[in-house]
């Protein structure tokens, strides 16, 4: 472990990271280039003081950015790939970008109208896809605009996003927040907002800002520019072409209901010009799967399950063979050490784990024989991967189990259950009452229920996140 007053170039963060140059550095903690000791890549590992933000009262802050990061994945947004932590310490496991933030470049001038398409295509579909997994950034700004080393655009900074679940029961959000110079109007006014539409007010500002190399809405006076805003009040430079005005128009209509939908900037002439979406139905698909939409935002009973894999809160392997754990990892995805409680107590848990001395094809003939006893299709992935789906649908759609199996040796395996879809207290009936007594054969010990030997070994100091309850952010 390293420890914050420690940290340094060449240092060696949790047995895996190398760190690198200091990138950054905030109230709350640094931001440090590392490199992955096993595969070597580069990665930027933001680490944050857990006291200081539960000082300021930021608790539900992380725990949305880190759930939001989970749900979007896309190639123009800034992967998350996993989240530690020690007592002292979250460590969030990024995404290096080279390029830096897209305002360094607009700090130069204006930039040429086939740049400023191409990122404002980039920039359209990567929020586009956010707000399909009911994700909606608010505070989107040239800063929080990375370019990689190929001149792509990723949205970064999640930390002002919401979710869908944060609407009222009015359907809207209500918290002001975000930069004053590129905040829609109505989320000033304080009255409600569509935090999809507010969003397409800010890349209309950062459209403009692209072209024009200044901002729309600007005055010393805050309260003057927000008259402004609300008015839509601002002048083209003769340089922007008249069919890219008409678009911005659109996009800065002070009336959010008869501003221009994303599916309608897409269709336009200007904007359509060389555009090549990135993400394929396939690949799109794939991130579907990895956390299903209504399992994020709408089963209000249960908390958001952000830990996939060991040590990761959005990568999810792809296995020819059950994945090999080390010791470590062990550590990570046993109950012990489980982050869940890292700032509140949760009893309603959407995955279990059990161990077993059974080989994996022992495992997963057992799996499908219990499944197929509770009349349970089962839909096999890749090696120790599998997924069980109920036969009609339940209180909340159709009820999905996931089961990973990790091989530590050749005949001792951890395996990993998890509700995907459906109600939750569907899933936790039946394992309860179903699914943990059929397997009692080839158990050797559950989550929680482990070797007194076990039990009575210390506790090391650090604490790979695995798993993190997220309670629906304040809107």
């Known amino acids: 472990m390293v420890d914050l007053k420690m940290e340094n170039k060449g240092s060696v963060l949790m047995q895996r990271y190398e760190l690198g140059k200091l990138l950054g550095q905030g109230t709350f903690g640094k931001v440090y280039h590392a490199r992955n000791l096993k595969t070597g890549l580069s990665v930027a590992i933001k680490i944050i003081d857990k006291e200081k933000i539960l000082k300021v009262g930021m608790i539900d802050q992380i725990k949305r950015e880190i759930s939001v990061m989970r749900l979007v994945r896309h190639p123009n947004i800034v992967q998350l790939y996993e989240v530690m932590a ?3 310490r979250i460590y969030f496991v990024m995404e290096y970008i080279k390029g830096g933030e897209l305002f360094n470049k607009l700090v130069k001038g204006k930039l040429k109208e086939d740049v400023v398409r191409k990122y404002f295509q980039q920039l359209i579909s990567a929020v586009d896809f956010c707000h399909s997994r009911g994700v909606y950034h608010r505070d989107l700004k040239p800063e929080n605009l990375l370019l990689d080393e190929n001149g792509n655009l990723k949205v970064s900074d999640f930390g002002l996003s919401a979710l869908a679940e944060s609407k009222r029961q009015d359907g809207l ?4 927040c975000g930069t004053p110079a590129y905040v829609a109007p109505e989320v000033i006014n304080r009255r409600g907002y569509d935090g ?4 397409i007010w800010s890349c209309g500002v950062i459209l403009f800002v692209l072209l ?3 901002l729309p809405f600007h005055d010393s006076n805050l309260m003057e520019m927000y008259k402004k805003i609300g008015k839509a009040e601002f002048k083209y430079p003769n340089w922007i072409p008249p069919d890219v005005r008409r678009l911005i128009s659109k ?3 002070p009336n959010p209901k008869t501003r221009i939908s994303i599916s309608k900037i ?3 002439s200007w904007f359509r010009k060389g555009f090549q979406p990135k993400v394929t139905k396939s690949s799109a698909d794939s991130m579907i799967r990895d956390m299903d939409i209504k399992e994020a935002v709408v089963d209000a009973d249960a908390m958001f399950s952000i830990g996939e894999n060991t040590n990761t809160t959005g990568v999810k392997s792809e296995f020819a063979k059950p994945t090999n754990l080390n010791a470590f990892d062990i550590i990570s995805l046993s109950a012990g050490f489980d982050l869940s409680g890292l700032f509140e107590e949760n009893d309603q848990k959407n995955e279990v784990r059990f161990t077993s001395k059974q080989p994996s094809k022992t495992i997963i003939s057992k799996l499908e024989q219990v499944a197929k006893s509770l009349k349970l299709k089962v839909l096999k992935k890749d090696g120790g991967l599998l997924k069980f789906e109920g036969s009609k649908a339940g209180r909340k759609g159709m009820l999905s189990i996931d089961a990973e199996i990790f091989e530590v040796t050749p005949s001792f395996h951890l395996v990993e259950m998890k509700k995907s879809n459906g109600d939750t207290l569907e899933y936790q009936k039946m394992m309860k009452q179903d699914i943990r007594p059929s397997l009692k054969d080839i158990v ?3 989550q929680g229920d482990r070797p007194q030997s076990l ?3 210390e506790q090391p100091d650090v604490q790979p996140l695995t798993q993190l309850d997220v309670v629906a952010p304040q809107n």
């Open 444 to 446: 050797w010990t559950w």
């Open 86 to 88: 020690t007592k002292k």
């Open 251 to 253: 996009i800065l209509d």
């Open 173 to 176: 959000l209500h918290t002001t």
């Open 196 to 199: 999809a539409k507010a969003d």
């Open 266 to 268: 897409m269709e336009n």
């Open 212 to 214: 024009a190399g200044y």
């Open 455 to 457: 039990q009575q070994q």
